[in-house]
T-cell receptor, first 112, second 110 residues
Framework: AAGVIQSPRHLIKEKRETATLKCYPI?????VYWYQQGPGQDPQFLIS???????DKGSIPDRFSAQQFSDYHSELNMSSLELGDSALYFC???????????FGPGTRLTVT | QKEVEQNSGPLSVPEGAIASLNCTYS??????FFWYRQYSGKSPELIMF????GDKEDGRFTAQLNKASQYVSLLIRDSQPSDSATYLC??????????FGTGTSLTVIP
């Protein structure tokens, strides 16, 4: 079965640079969630989209923004990167009427 | 108080034994409860979800929900070394926000 696709899988950036992470949900899923997971931490919810509209907002810094496009893929834009932004970034997808979330493989971001 | 709390472990059980993982949550109105398995460096994998009080069984896994006591548990029967992972409890609260616990590390000893 098709799963959530994330790209890139690994990304190295310097401080103050920008990064864009992409997420392609499972076909026919209309909801996308973004999470940040630091080493030894639980996933922290950042933001979610349902039917291309922002549906919920968590602990997403003002330096980050995200959107969901007409084909339901989503992009997380991160600016003015800081060392503390180094983490695994997961995208999960779901179907609007249900709460189950299926995670992608993640993007490992390293800020140097 | 965190929305979702789990014992961080580590929890060690011998192969073939029952592993019992527990989770409590703070929002009494929460309706949806999930267990994810996460191997080191990998993404969380949904293994069980439960919405109603009582037990829900799927193969070797049983999720138990007690809304009055605000806890949800996961039992793994006939534990295998491949079950060794971190198990994350997640709860969707009344605001439809999704919270994870910090996870319980399980080691199944051959």
């Amino acid at each position: 079965a098709a799963g959530v696709i994330q790209s890139p899988r690994h990304l190295i950036k310097e401080k103050r640079e920008t990064a864009t992470l992409k997420c392609y949900p499972i076909p026919r899923h209309d909801t996308v969630y973004w999470y940040q997971q630091g080493p030894g931490q639980d996933p922290q919810f950042l933001i979610s989209f349902y039917e291309k509209m922002q549906s919920d907002k968590g602990s997403i810094p003002d330096r980050f923004s995200a959107q969901q496009f007409s084909d339901y893929h989503s992009e997380l834009n991160m600016s003015s990167l800081e060392l503390g932004d180094s983490a695994l970034y997961f995208c999960a997808s779901g179907s609007g009427g249900a709460y189950e979330q299926y995670f992608g493989p993640g993007t490992r971001l390293t800020v140097t | 108080q965190k929305e979702v709390e789990q014992n961080s472990g580590p929890l060690s059980v011998p192969e073939g034994a029952i592993a019992s993982l527990n989770c409590t949550y703070s929002d009494r109105g929460s309706q949806s409860f999930f267990w994810y398995r996460q191997y080191s460096g990998k993404s969380p994998e949904l293994i069980m979800f439960i919405y109603s009080n009582g037990d829900k069984e799927d193969g070797r896994f049983t999720a138990q929900l007690n809304k009055a006591s605000q806890y949800v548990s996961l039992l793994i029967r006939d534990s295998q070394p491949s079950d060794s992972a971190t198990y994350l409890c997640a709860v969707a609260n009344t605001g439809n926000q999704f919270y994870f616990g910090t996870g319980t590390s399980l080691t199944v000893i051959p």
